[in-house]
């Protein structure tokens, strides 16, 4: 989808021409906010369909208010994952480029998950599946008719699986299946890329740990179904 919005008319500067998978342009205190925003404005064509992608947007509140100040009619589309398959992707990257020690076990880094605070890597790779709050959040900055929110696993599943979601995409962002003969997904799986780089293997979770995951995050998704309607988990 990110190679169809950006052929589409997308004007961002050399971030985005550099083709760099998220562009972060609201990352907090990368900048001085009013100036960002007034420079992020320029970036839309009037023409057509344009837009960038950063998932860690939804996560920042400031982010997402300088992204209303920028981007009042912005459309927002935000695909959720199965959350332990996150956090177990999360972990293999996170081992890949050296944020975890490469001999821990799959039962150690869940352990350390739950007992860090701030900003540890896998900390935060636990509270980052559990969605709600974020999602909250998002319909609090933005009227939940410009927000689109969708379920990664049926994103990538097969047809006819995947053709529903597509097709109700499409509806909301304002184009056509003939418009749209480019919008698809690069499954490129760069969590085991940074692992074979450095020779490691993919971690195995127990059934005690991924239970102890899925209670985690069973309440949230409680919360999510309430909120949504449904999940894919």
Not at 16 to 31: D, G, Q, T, V, Y
């Amino acid at each position: 989808m990110a190679r169809f919005l950006r052929k589409s008319g997308a004007q961002f500067p050399h971030r985005a021409r550099r083709s760099l998978k998220e562009l972060h342009w609201f990352e907090p205190l990368r900048e001085d906010s009013s100036r960002r925003e007034e420079r992020y404005a320029q970036n839309f064509s009037a023409r057509g369909v344009s837009g960038e992608f950063t998932p860690n947007y939804i996560e920042h509140p400031q982010a997402l208010a300088s992204l209303r100040k920028a981007a009042p009619k912005a459309k927002i589309i935000v695909f959720l994952r199965d959350p332990v398959a996150r956090l177990i992707s999360a972990v293999s990257h996170a081992r890949g480029i050296g944020k975890i020690d490469p001999d821990w076990g799959a039962e150690r880094i869940v352990d350390q998950a739950f007992q860090a605070e701030g900003d540890n890597w896998v900390a935060r790779g636990l509270r980052r599946g559990t969605y709600l709050a974020d999602i909250e959040n998002l319909y609090r900055v933005f009227p939940e008719r410009q927000v689109f929110v969708g379920f990664f696993d049926d994103w990538i599943a097969p047809a006819p699986r995947s053709e529903p979601l597509r097709s109700q995409l499409l509806e909301f962002v304002g184009l056509s299946p003939e418009d749209a003969t480019d919008l698809g997904v690069q499954k490129v799986n760069t969590a085991a890329h940074q692992l074979a780089k450095k020779s490691l293997t993919p971690l195995e979770f127990d059934t005690t740990t991924l239970n102890r995951l899925r209670d985690y995050y069973s309440s949230y998704s409680c919360g999510l179904v309430s909120l949504l309607g449904r999940v894919t988990w």
